[in-house]
């Protein structure tokens, strides 16, 4: 947090901060360029899922070039409240912790401990049994695609008007930026 505050309180980067933004519109165009299809699929599927039937989520992704243009405008006092508002001035909890060498070893202990009990009870046939039920779960998880396909579309899709209810989703720049 210290950091943070001498961050907020000294002159920032703007050159690299406006570098990175530079990039981000530089890698979105890149992903639009090289692989629009994946891109495009990904916000649709995305604004599907979480969008809500205003689809936000989409309208969201079509304006990321506005935002990012918007954003290479703002001056170093923006992006200063940014960070306090953000980062300095939201409740947080730091927990600092060491490591017990000592709470490491008895944990150690006690799990081979235990190991070693649950061997003694099952025995070699116990044991056997434990491998084969493992190797049969395996065998199970490694379907073929024809089996799992088999498996999806026996399930019944729902309708979508059947009350589906989207969770609306606001992005924190979104908010920044209305303000």
């Excluded at 953000?86 to 912790?97: F, L």
């Excluded at 039920?133 to 019944?156: H, Q």
Aim: a negative charge.
């Amino acid at each position: 947090m210290k950091t943070l505050r001498e961050t907020a309180e000294s002159d920032l980067d703007m050159e690299r901060l406006l570098n990175q933004i530079r990039n981000s519109l530089n890698n979105f165009s890149d992903m639009l360029e090289n692989d629009s299809s994946e891109t495009l699929a990904c916000a649709v599927i995305l604004d599907q899922m979480y969008g809500g039937k205003d689809h936000q989520n989409l309208a969201s992704f079509i304006k990321i070039f506005d935002v990012l243009e918007i954003l290479l405008k703002k001056d170093q006092a923006f992006w200063k409240t940014i960070l306090c508002k953000v980062y300095i001035e939201q409740p947080s909890v730091t927990i600092n912790s060491i490591p017990s060498v000592k709470c490491m070893e008895e944990l150690e202990t006690k799990e081979k401990e235990r190991i070693s009990k649950q061997q003694e009870k099952l025995g070699p046939e116990g044991l056997k049994r434990c491998e084969e039920e493992i190797n049969a779960c395996i065998a199970y998880n490694e379907k073929g695609e024809d089996e799992l396909e088999e498996i999806i579309e026996s399930l019944p899709a729902p309708e979508i008007d059947s009350g589906i209810r989207f969770h609306p989703i606001t992005t924190s720049m979104i908010k920044i930026l209305k303000e």
